[in-house]
């Protein structure tokens, strides 16, 4: 286990998971969810809720570590050790009854994500990575898929629409045209197929800390690669353009069509 | 009970997808899935595996009625009953290792499309939509969600790709302008959550008869309207522009965008 991973944590990532895993299993499909119409929307009152009950075990089990996430703002997130969450990744799917949404959680050290869980309430599904010791899904150790060529890739994309500047949309293109096929939606799952060897690139870009810190370790430590489009780290202060593969090599061939 | 509707039909076309179900759950996430690449491909073995099952369950049991496959062509496609049959709606999706794809099955009589099945075999839902009578969900009646305005209407679209003509890129944009949201992906699945009443709105194009037949009868049957682009009912020979909405009044709210 890397130094900087409390042995505990990654237990502790996941009885956060199984915190939330309830609440949205609750709210979904019951009923109108329209998403940000006021403060007082289902969408809204299921986020909360499951940020609170995150936050209130952090606060009581962790008391000295950070917080960052969306709905409530950050606490402490200059501490060694900041926890990054995101509830509901996917809310386009939950609100559309559809399953393919997820609750992110992420534990960083000094600003490296270390530890990440993609759990899927509805599909059942978590990937918890550990950085330096390895990837899981349901228990079972994965493997991203190895020495694809760029041209056999499978790649995933949430939505062409978050390439929202010129310049971004036409620098994706670029890259579509080089891979065998690319497919659309997926939000966070994207990244955990990835890592079980099923899709090969995601690019994207507007991402914001809790959409991709919990992905880093996920990532990392299923043999993929996991970096921003200049090739740097991800780390809580960047930009939020991410790219993924499923390993260094076909990293290397993507990266130049993003620079 | 639409007199059209033969008595048995509904259970024979759950028969058949309990016959295709669990060949395409042995291929889901079996290795590398690549499609189209060779007849030899797993995807490609995976579509005929289950088409031949399915050709072989109805030649034994309406050896008179005719077929239309994607796979296998069309056999005594002018008797007056005719299955369409696509066993796997949503390959990208299969390939990526992702659980929204599905099977899909129709009976039409004389053209039209009275008995639908949207089967997904990982997720082990089940819309089937019978004319006259209803849609259910794993055996629940559903309903469209109703009087929903266009301005807050939800739409999903499997993919902007499928618009490749620049007049039907730009129909589709001018739509989306009205509507609340829209989500990409879904494939098939995007009409059972609509007949469930989680989205309002589905337009696409370029579908063919496996594509949209099976549609049909689950989006009338559960209270919703589908038709083309002119707002005549689907049938075998129509065009493949297809679009649904989850009443009558939305949907004739949505039409004059798309003429």
Request: net charge negative; charged share 20%; aromatic share 6%.
């Amino acid at each position: 286990m890397d130094p900087r991973v409390p042995g505990w944590s990654p237990s502790l990532a996941c009885r956060l998971a199984d915190a939330v895993r309830p609440i949205l299993r609750g709210y979904y499909r019951q009923g109108l969810l329209i998403h940000g119409k006021s403060d007082q929307s289902p969408v809204t009152r299921a986020d909360r809720e499951c940020e609170a009950a995150l936050r209130s075990i952090l606060s009581r089990e962790v008391p000295d570590h950070g917080i960052i996430g969306e709905e409530q703002g950050s606490e402490k997130s200059e501490a060694d050790y900041v926890w990054i969450i995101d509830p509901l990744d996917g809310t386009r799917a939950f609100v559309s009854g559809k399953p393919q949404f997820g609750c992110l959680i992420a534990l960083a050290h000094k600003g490296l994500p270390i530890v990440g869980v993609i759990d899927m309430p509805i599909l059942e599904e978590r990937w918890v990575g550990v950085l330096g010791v390895g990837t899981t899904l349901n228990g079972a150790p994965q493997r991203t898929r190895h020495a694809v060529e760029l041209s056999e890739a499978l790649m995933g994309c949430t939505s062409l629409e978050m390439f929202s500047e010129p310049d971004s949309k036409a620098t994706f293109e670029k890259i579509r045209q080089q891979v065998r096929d690319c497919n659309f939606g997926g939000d966070c799952y994207n990244y955990g197929v990835l890592a079980s060897g099923f899709l090969d690139i995601v690019v994207e870009t507007s991402l914001k800390p809790w959409d991709y810190a919990a992905l880093v370790p996920i990532i990392l430590a299923a043999g993929g690669a996991i970096t921003d489009w200049q090739g740097q780290p991800l780390s809580l202060e960047s930009k939020g353009d991410v790219v993924a593969s499923s390993d260094a090599a076909l990293h290397r061939k993507v990266l130049p069509f993003l620079q």
